[in-house]
Structure formats: structure tokens, C-alpha cells
């Protein structure tokens, strides 16, 4: 699985949006790109996924660059109880026998803070 | 309601005994999983299971082990072979290759 690079920590005043980046330079052609949060002390929440085409969803949209080796997580009005550690992983697009690839790789995230 | 169900949330053992860690769910998802959280890290893959009789190892396997007997449930046992249990303990299930639910979690702390 590509590794991902993330920023550590992010502020966002509520009620603004809030963009997310994550850098995956290594992805292959047929790797998702999937975000998680976790608030703390609970477990994870999935948010999106994509593979080359902008998606949108009740929680968020996700915008992913033309060379793939980029994404944008975006909130588009961020509330306090969208303070969580962010997660962007990227994750093969087939399943085998074996599971492998339904592995998800967490790395350490953003931590986002919404402030009042 | 459906979801995933881990108990207990907290759990206190002496050091040198196994304890079995709890999961079940009730979405019908062929595939579950357990992971580890060490504070302020990420999550790390135990073991995972993609159908009943069947499991294989994720990349920290040592000192644990699973069964899968049924559908809805995949226990993880922690041996008195891991030399560092204290942790958050994550179960969490798929069906196919779409996203993964997750548990509230089981944090455990050796005393």
C-alpha cells in the first residue's frame, strides 16, 4: 500500500471550512484513496473514499488531484464535534483470497481542532 | 440497531494472564478484523478474518491469537507471550471490499 504524508495538526474556526491534505505520491492506478476520523478514545469513523473522480457525501467532499499523487479532505462548515484525528489511507481496489488488500494502513494523522 | 459490539470497554489484567477480548457484530459482514492503538499512534492490524474457519495474520500477530467459529463474533485472545499488552484494542468488520465499521474499542491495561 502507498505510504501517505499528512500535516500533524490543522485549526479551523467553526462554522468555516476545513481542507485536509494528504499526500500519496506513490499511489498506484488501482489504489482508493479512503479518510477515517477518531474522535478520541472511540473507534474510527469512516468518512469517504475515492479513486479518481471528485465524491461527495452528507459528511464531506473529497477532492483528488489529476496525478492522483494528491487529496483535499474538505468540511464544509466545520463544528466542534468534527474535532478528531483525520486519517487518509490508500488502499488496493481488488480483493484476493488471502484479505491482504483490505488492509488499511494508518498512519498518524491530522489532528484537527475546531475552535469556537 | 446493527453495528459492532466490543466488551468490556475497560479491562485490567496482572501481568502473565491471557484475557479474551470481545467482539461481535450483527451486519452480516463476512470479513472482521482487530487492531491495536498504542497512544498517539495510528492503528495496527492484529489479525483479520475473511470467512468463518479462516484467519490469517496482520503485522503485529505475536503474543495474540483469534478464532472464528461463527459469522457474527472473532475474540481475540492476549497471551502472556505479548510482552507490551497495555493498549486500545479495535475490532472492526467489512463486507467485500467496502469500508470498514469499527467498534467502540477495548482499552486494556496490564497492571
Known amino acids: 500500500d502507498a505510504k501517505t504524508t499528512q500535516p500533524p495538526s490543522m485549526d479551523c474556526a467553526e462554522g468555516r471550512a476545513a481542507n485536509l491534505p494528504c499526500n500519496h505520491s506513490t499511489i498506484s492506478g488501482n489504489e482508493y484513496v479512503y479518510w477515517y476520523r477518531q474522535i478520541h478514545s472511540q473507534g474510527p469513523q469512516y468518512i469517504i473514499h475515492?479513486?479518481?473522480n471528485n465524491e461527495t457525501n452528507e459528511m464531506a467532499s473529497l477532492i483528488i488531484t489529476e496525478d492522483r499523487k494528491s487529496s483535499t479532505l474538505i468540511l464544509p462548515h466545520a463544528t466542534l464535534r468534527d474535532t478528531a484525528v483525520y486519517y487518509c489511507i490508500v488502499r488496493g481496489g481488488f480483493m484476493n483470497y488471502g484479505g491482504a488488500t483490505n488492509k488499511l494502513i494508518f498512519g498518524t494523522g491530522t489532528l484537527l481542532a475546531v475552535q469556537p | 440497531d446493527g453495528g459492532i459490539t466490543q466488551s468490556p470497554k475497560y479491562l485490567f489484567r496482572k501481568e502473565g494472564q491471557n484475557v479474551t477480548l470481545s467482539c461481535e457484530q450483527n451486519l452480516n459482514h463476512d470479513a472482521m478484523y482487530w487492531y491495536r492503538q498504542d497512544p498517539g499512534q495510528g492503528l495496527r492490524l492484529i489479525y483479520y478474518s475473511q470467512i468463518v474457519n479462516d484467519f490469517q495474520k496482520g503485522d503485529i500477530a505475536e503474543g495474540y491469537s483469534v478464532s472464528r467459529e461463527k459469522k457474527e463474533s472473532f475474540p481475540l485472545t492476549v497471551t502472556s507471550a505479548q510482552k507490551n499488552p497495555t493498549a486500545f484494542y479495535l475490532c472492526a468488520s467489512s463486507t467485500g471490499y467496502n469500508e470498514q465499521f469499527f467498534g467502540p474499542g477495548t482499552r486494556l491495561t496490564v497492571l
Open positions: 475515492g479513486l479518481k
